[in-house]
């Protein structure tokens, strides 16, 4: 079974500051997604950003970055210039990929970010 | 393209009562996943259909089924309410075919009482 962890329950960052969010896993597939998803209070839950495991090259989405090291079973959220909107629960998800996949998504249980001005 | 809708959005129940929530994915995606949110429990996963078909059932007992219609709209059905089940129930859509990611829908809060 697939387990994802996020040990930070809460952060906060100054605005226009950097912040890094950890996220670890374990898994013994070899083809699986990783993701991290946002969600605002009282909103819905929002895809931030996306991680092929074969993939050696870490995604960007415009502020957001990851740092996926595969050996050491980590995948972490960069998020540069914060804004007062990205305060937000962030979790980091995990499925199982190409054939094997069971189109499940195993979720941390969140880091609380709160950006202040 | 509209996004994943969910409704209805609030529904307070009786213990030992029923209640269907419904999600309509976003058009042409035909898989539909469903997950229940707790404080203590967080993020779980209960069933995915896709084409109709359910791929993957997570670990919840009996009382929690669903079913997929041929326009790719879900129904998920919780029979004989417990003080447990409420939760925000959230629906997520996708392609489904070797497309991974799930966009989600604003959720149903359901409270028990």
């Known amino acids: 079974a697939q387990t994802v962890t996020q040990s930070q329950p809460e952060m906060s960052v100054q605005e226009a500051e950097t912040v890094t969010l950890s996220c670890t896993y374990d898994?013994?597939?070899?083809?699986?997604?990783l993701f991290w998803y946002k969600q605002p209070p009282s909103r819905q839950m929002i895809l931030v950003i996306r991680?092929?495991?074969?993939?050696?090259q870490n995604a960007t989405e415009n502020r957001f970055s990851v740092n996926f090291q595969k050996a050491a079973k980590s995948f972490s959220l960069k998020i540069s210039d914060s804004q007062l909107g990205d305060t937000a629960m962030y979790f980091c998800?995990?499925?199982?990929?190409?054939?094997?996949?069971?189109?499940?998504?195993?979720f941390g249980k969140g880091t609380l970010l709160t950006v202040n001005p | 393209k509209a996004g994943v809708t969910q409704t209805p959005r609030y529904l307070i129940k009786t213990r030992g009562q029923q209640v269907t929530l419904s999600c309509s994915p976003i058009?042409?995606?035909?898989?539909v996943s469903w997950y229940q949110q707790t404080p203590g429990q967080g993020l779980q996963f209960l069933f995915e259909?896709?084409?109709?078909?359910?791929?993957n059932k997570g670990n919840f007992p009996g009382r929690f089924s669903g079913r997929q219609f041929s326009n790719s709209r879900s129904e998920m059905n919780v029979s004989t309410l417990e003080l447990g089940d409420s939760a925000l129930y959230l629906c997520?859509?996708?392609?489904?075919?070797?497309?991974?990611?799930?966009?989600f829908g604003p959720g149903t809060r359901l409270t028990v009482t």
């Open positions: 898994t013994s597939e070899n083809n699986y997604y």
């Open positions: 997520a859509s996708s392609p489904g075919q070797r497309t991974y990611e799930q966009y």
């Open positions: 998800a995990f499925m199982i990929g190409s054939g094997g996949s069971n189109y499940k998504l195993t």
């Open positions: 259909y896709f084409s109709e078909t359910q791929r």
């Open positions: 991680q092929e495991a074969y993939k050696q």
């Open positions: 058009s042409g995606h035909r898989s």
